[in-house]
C-alpha cells in the first residue's frame, strides 16, 4: 500500500460490468517529501473526497478491498482506496 492525497474524480461513460457503480479518483502519491508528480486512478468504496490523504492498495490487494475472498479473480481492478487516512484537521475529519 502506497500514500496518496486525492485530486479529483474521473468520471467514465462506459466502465467494466464489476466497476459499474463505483467511484474512481484520481490520486497524487505522496514522497517523503510531499507529492511525486505522478498520477493514478483507483477505485474508491469508502468515499473519499478531494484533498484527503488516502492509502491505496494495489494488484490482488486491489481486489480484495473490493471483494475479499478468492473468487474475485473477475474484478478488473488495479488500484484501489483502502483506507482514509484520518488527522485532525484534515478533510477528512471535517466530514
Known amino acids: 500500500m502506497l ?3 486525492v485530486i479529483g474524480e474521473v ?3 462506459r ?4 466497476l459499474a457503480a463505483q467511484k474512481l479518483l484520481l ?3 505522496l514522497g517523503a517529501g510531499g507529492p511525486t508528480g505522478s498520477v493514478w486512478v ?5 468515499d473519499a473526497g478531494a484533498g484527503d490523504e488516502v492509502l491505496c492498495a494495489f494488484g490482488s490487494g486491489a481486489r480484495n478491498v473490493l471483494r475479499p475472498g478468492p473468487d474475485n479473480r473477475d474484478l478488473l481492478c488495479d488500484a484501489a482506496v483502502a483506507e482514509i ?3 485532525a484537521g484534515s478533510p477528512a475529519a471535517q466530514k
Open 27 to 29: 490520486l497524487a502519491p
Open 85 to 87: 487516512v484520518w488527522r
Open 11 to 13: 468520471w467514465a461513460t
Open 42 to 46: 483507483a477505485v474508491d468504496t469508502l
Open 15 to 18: 466502465k467494466s460490468p464489476g
Open 3 to 5: 500514500r496518496a492525497r
